[in-house]
């Protein structure tokens, strides 16, 4: 089946550390996302990248870092700078070039000790 | 700045009855529109999109959507509503910038029995 897989479901970060979130799809896809949801504030783009090797900001980059060496694969790392990060991550995928419909996983729930 | 727009922060509709969800977006030109449906705790799944072309979209689990340039609208419709359509919804769209989606607050939406 393809699909867009986000592992793992509940994650918990103590203070001053980093975590990261996987993110891997197998459709092909060459754009990936990252957002971040709030109960009431809807989705917040955090990171996102159109090709391999190369990503952009979005709104809420702070606090956040990504890597994009596979085509597959968009792991986003939650830093200690990121003050409030209990939310629910949730990644993204589409065809890039002109295919803006995104794909969505089943999402990550980051909780703070 | 693009802002899309759900009025309704949350509506509770009978089983059986027909249901509206209104989403007003924020640009003139023609935007890409999509509707997304989340259950608690998971990712969002696409209901339909409008990229262009005939006005009224038609998606899954008998829901339809119709744009409407002139008031900047893309309300969603289902004729029946069932006690599974309990869920948040989410419009959203984009102008190929990247494809970033800009996503409404969401609206939640109960059926009583």
């Known amino acids: 089946d393809g699909g867009i897989t986000q592992s793992p479901k509940y994650l918990f970060r103590k203070e001053g550390q980093n975590v990261t979130l996987s993110c891997e799809q197998n459709?092909?896809?060459?754009?990936m996302y990252w957002y971040r949801q709030d109960p009431g504030q809807g989705l917040r783009l955090i990171y996102y990248?159109?090709?391999?090797?190369?990503?952009q900001k979005g709104d809420i980059a702070e606090g956040y870092s990504v890597s994009r060496e596979k085509k597959e694969s968009f792991p986003l790392t939650v830093t200690s700078a990121q003050k409030n990060p209990t939310a629910f991550y949730l990644c993204?995928?589409?065809?890039?070039?002109?295919?803006?419909?995104?794909?969505f996983g089943p999402g990550t729930r980051l909780l703070v000790l | 700045a693009q802002s899309v727009t759900q009025p309704d922060i949350h509506i509770t509709v009978s089983e059986g009855a027909s249901l509206e969800l209104r989403c007003n977006y924020s640009y003139g030109a023609t935007p890409y529109l999509f509707w997304y449906v989340q259950s608690p705790g998971q990712g969002l799944q696409l209901l339909l999109k409008?990229?262009?072309?005939?006005?009224l979209v038609q998606g899954i689990k008998g829901f339809e959507a119709e744009f409407k340039r002139s008031q900047s609208s893309f309300n969603l419709r289902k004729p029946s509503v069932h006690w599974s359509d309990a869920a948040e919804y989410f419009c959203?769209?984009?102008?190929?910038?990247?494809?970033?989606?800009?996503f409404g607050q969401g609206t939640e939406l109960s059926v009583k029995p």
């Open positions: 409008y990229f262009s072309g005939d006005t």
């Open positions: 959203a769209e984009t102008y190929n910038q990247g494809g970033k989606l800009i």
């Open positions: 993204a995928s589409s065809g890039g070039q002109g295919q803006e419909t995104q794909y």
């Open positions: 990248s159109q090709i391999v090797n190369d990503f």
């Open positions: 459709l092909n896809h060459d754009a």
